[in-house]
């Protein structure tokens, strides 16, 4: 029997704590007995198929519904990533290291020259020999090399006693030095009495630098602390990359540096790429003085050993010392630095001892006749006359330390 549903609303409201206690939910209850549009609702839910029976589950990978039911179409699925290459069998009580090789580099500025001062052309790397601490070295790279100047003119400005001479002789050095400069070569000043000072920096306008050697009229002081300006530069210098040059034009003699000649001399050897070329000035006043009774032994005997400091400093870094008498001989002077800076070789080898110890190591290089033989090199002029070879080089360098 079916009851109309205002009369089973009433009968379910009247009996509903009884069903409550029996454990009979409305939900049940309404479940058994639904109103028309409900039970429409129900039947509309349920997909049947032509025979009444209902169509059954789509499988979880379903698909599309077809004639004969719903197709299982399978679910794509990523292709799992390769396996990994298998490594290589090791054998277990080897230990796994690597082995890295720090291979020095030495780069050597040579000047080949005839003793008369003019430049040898045409050399090739056969005809170079190089030496480290006697030990013979492969020369990997080769080139000539035409390069302008960078130079700083480092000259002593100081009250001697003799100021009027070796003050004469220092500022005509430095003029004929700025007379042989061209457009490409880059020039600072620096002058020097109890400390240097920077006149000019690095230009190319010559004028700037006559200026600044027009300033150098009076002398403040008497002390002529070479090694101090020397060290001063070099520091200066070493922050420039390619090759440098110092023209040191002054008498040679300390008086008042902080640093000794043995912590000059060290400075000098670690600074790599930079060559001095030292002016002695006041030799005709020497001269003078030893012929006409002398300058007493001590003052004598500092001359000579700052003779001896100006030609050190020239040889370890593969300059030239020069000692004028007479102002005619500068511009010679001057042509021939212009030779050697301007026109050069450049060696480069991979040394044999490769120790980073921080030790000096002695560079010898030789000429050679380059067929094999290992004869010395014949150079001869336009004459056919035998010329006399010189080279120009860095006795040696500073190898490199393991904690730099």
Request: glycine share 6%.
């Amino acid at each position: 029997m079916t009851l109309p549903y205002k009369h089973l609303k009433n009968w379910l409201s009247s009996i509903g704590k009884d069903v409550c206690a029996a454990g009979i939910t409305a939900t049940v209850i309404a479940g058994m007995v639904l109103p028309p549009q409900a039970a429409l609702a129900q039947q509309s839910s349920q997909p049947q198929t032509q025979s009444g029976q209902q169509q059954p589950e789509v499988p979880e990978a379903g698909g599309p519904a077809g004639d004969t039911g719903p197709m299982a179409i399978p679910k794509k699925t990523e292709a799992p990533p390769p396996p990994p290459p298998p490594k290589p069998k090791t054998n277990p009580d080897s230990p796994s290291y690597s082995i890295s090789v720090d291979v020095p580099l030495v780069n050597i500025d040579v000047s080949a020259n005839t003793k008369d001062g003019g430049f040898i052309p045409g050399l090739k790397k056969d005809n170079f020999r190089i030496y480290e601490d006697g030990v013979e070295q492969q020369i990997t790279n080769f080139s000539q090399t035409e390069a302008p100047i960078t130079a700083v003119l480092l000259v002593e400005f100081a009250n001697s006693n003799r100021t009027y001479m070796f003050m004469y002789d220092a500022l005509m050095a430095s003029y004929n030095f700025a007379a042989n400069l061209k457009k490409d070569d880059w020039v600072a000043v620096t002058e020097f009495d109890m400390r240097p000072h920077i006149l000019v920096d690095f230009t190319q306008d010559r004028r700037a630098v006559y200026a600044a050697l027009n300033t150098l009229r009076i002398p403040g002081f008497s002390e002529t602390n070479v090694f101090d300006a020397l060290y001063d530069t070099l520091d200066r210098l070493d922050r420039i990359e390619g090759r440098k040059e110092i023209v040191l034009v002054a008498s040679g003699r300390d008086t008042f540096s902080k640093i000794n000649y043995d912590q000059i001399l060290k400075k000098v050897k670690a600074t790599p790429n930079v060559t001095i070329f030292p002016i002695s000035t006041g030799q005709a006043y020497l001269i003078w003085a030893e012929a006409n009774g002398g300058m007493g032994p001590i003052r004598e005997l500092d001359y000579l050993q700052a003779d001896n400091e100006m030609n050190t400093f020239a040889k370890l870094t593969g300059g030239q010392w020069y000692h004028p008498r007479f102002e005619g001989e500068l511009p010679e002077i001057f042509r021939d630095i212009a030779a050697r800076v301007r026109n050069q070789y450049t060696l480069s080898y991979h040394p044999t001892n490769r120790k980073q110890d921080g030790s000096y190591r002695k560079v010898r290089i030789e000429l050679v006749a380059g067929d094999g033989s290992g004869k010395p090199l014949t150079v001869k002029n336009e004459k056919g006359k035998e010329l006399k070879t010189a080279l120009a080089y860095r006795e040696g360098y500073t190898a490199k330390h393991q904690v730099e």
